[in-house]
């Protein structure tokens, strides 16, 4: 069902109270993004027939929100590398600021030499306000690749948690916030219109929750704020059985169907990102390479392209910044020139690869069924399921498995988002607490709350706390940083 806005939408400033705009426009934002409009199929120049299989590759981009400005103001940390050049890779700031932006040149040169070139994007909110408070030049250039209908079919941005939180260790009732907040804040940059185009997400370090209720409460969220897919990698799922997936099962989109311990479920369709080293393979742009040797499969009775999907980080390493402009021209033109040598091999967006087969009798609800990794164990320990059933199979499990864990799982499977992080998680869930306590029934009695200065400050602090980079870099200046945005949401709460 389509919503429909019976008034004009209010125009949104992508700055507030000097803050990024990440609330107060809840149900504008509604209604814009819970539709099933055809986002890509009316406007794609791909047909069906003549595909054999895909290649779909995302740009994954964030810098964090720091208190490190001059008298401890909040600022991206790309602006701290400018200011402090000589500390470790500092010096790359240039080059990162140019990969934030050098995909809105990328596109149109290439559309320009007769390719059809297609890319999603996924920007952290903490990584477009930063560009916002210093690099405009980067935001005008992605403006003209996301607004001018000459470039939409070609991009697509993927939706993502606000301030990069990994869901697992993200405080239930924050995990829905942080989805609308970077709702909010896109649209603030470029407007509805393209909001209303983003309805693949893609979570931080490819992270998936396994706790049957958080990940309920995950998929829930992202069905209500609109979205029709999500990105997931390959080992952090299960068929139903336990088995991991069937190879040619992750060339094709799948049901991730989430149950809670009450026995509810809900699904929503996933693409799933292969393994292997993220940044080489996107950089050097092979999934085309494993597309090619690739075909058609057969699903709820219709014969649909097989489909190569990859994410990578799109500024690090240098592999990502030497080699990927290289062959990303090198390839495009390649399948450009290349007749039947790659005939049937195209480069195609999620969302447009989902409206193209669903279009021609693909059905969502007859995807393979599949389920967050670890949870058959699980389910086949509760016979009948209760908070208490699901509560002591999950406690046996830890005891007795050592395989066993409910962390998740994501694309860094070897680092822990939650041991040796306890002064950093403590604070956390303690100011998601005290957020929570003073908010939820002022919002409850009057949406309008979500608009005031003071709410969007707390929101704001309660955000950044849960940022991933907080508990990747280890104890020192990184969880410093983030008893300090702790401290100041504190005093706001308090």
């Excluded at 924050?174 to 185009?197: N, P, S, T, V």
């Excluded at 945005?485 to 504190?490: K, M, N, P, S, V």
Aim: hydrophobic letters at 35%; charged letters at 20%.
């Amino acid at each position: 069902m389509t919503a429909t806005i019976s008034s004009p939408l209010p125009r949104l400033d992508d700055i507030r109270f000097g803050l990024p705009n990440i609330s107060g426009w809840e149900s504008e934002i509604h209604l814009v993004t819970n539709h099933n409009d055809p986002v890509f199929k009316n406007t794609s120049n791909l047909r069906l027939e003549n595909i054999n299989a895909g290649f779909a590759c995302a740009l994954h981009m964030h810098q964090p929100t720091i208190p490190a400005g001059f008298n401890g103001e909040l600022i991206s940390n790309l602006q701290h590398m400018f200011e402090h050049p000589h500390n470790g890779d500092n010096h790359n700031a240039g080059v990162f600021a140019w990969c934030y932006k050098r995909i809105g040149e990328f596109i149109p040169e290439l559309v320009s030499q007769g390719c059809n070139p297609r890319i999603m994007l996924d920007y952290s909110g903490n990584l477009l306000w930063g560009l916002r408070q210093q690099h405009t030049d980067i935001i005008d250039t992605l403006k003209r690749i996301t607004c001018d209908v000459q470039y939409q079919p070609y991009v697509e941005w993927l939706g993502t948690m606000w301030s990069h939180a990994v869901i697992p260790s993200t405080p239930i009732p924050d995990i829905k916030l942080h989805i609308q907040a970077w709702q909010h804040y896109f649209a603030a940059i470029f407007g509805y219109d393209a909001l209303k185009r983003v309805k693949g997400f893609s979570p931080p370090e490819m992270h998936l929750p396994n706790h049957p209720d958080t990940l309920y409460q995950y998929v829930k969220a992202l069905k209500e704020c609109g979205y029709k897919w999500i990105m997931v990698q390959e080992h952090s799922v299960e068929r139903l059985d336990g088995a991991s997936l069937h190879h040619d099962q992750k060339y094709i989109p799948n049901k991730l169907t989430a149950r809670n311990s009450h026995g509810e479920t809900v699904s929503i369709t996933a693409l799933i990102k292969t393994q292997g080293s993220d940044t080489k393979l996107v950089a050097q742009m092979q999934p085309y390479f494993e597309a090619k040797g690739r075909g058609k499969q057969q699903v709820s009775n219709t014969n649909i392209p097989s489909l190569v999907t990859q994410i990578a980080d799109g500024e690090n390493g240098g592999v990502m910044m030497n080699e990927y402009p290289r062959d990303l021209f090198r390839i495009y033109h390649e399948i450009r020139d290349g007749g039947n040598n790659n005939a049937g091999t195209v480069a195609i967006n999620g969302t447009e690869y989902l409206e193209l087969i669903e279009a021609a009798g693909a059905d969502p609800n007859n995807y393979p069924e599949i389920q967050a990794v670890q949870q058959h164990k699980i389910w086949q320990r509760t016979s009948n399921i209760t908070q208490e059933t699901v509560a002591n199979a999950i406690q046996e499990l830890k005891a007795n498995d050592n395989q066993f864990h409910i962390d998740g799982a994501s694309w860094t499977n070897d680092l822990s988002w939650v041991r040796g992080y306890e002064n950093v998680l403590e604070p956390m869930n303690k100011l998601s607490a005290l957020f929570h306590q003073k908010y939820d029934k002022l919002v409850e009695q009057d949406a309008q709350v979500t608009q005031r200065e003071d709410y969007q400050k707390a929101l704001l602090y309660n955000l950044l706390v849960q940022t991933s980079c907080f508990r990747y870099w280890g104890q020192g200046t990184w969880t410093d940083y983030a008893r300090e945005l702790y401290r100041r949401g504190e005093e706001l709460l308090k």
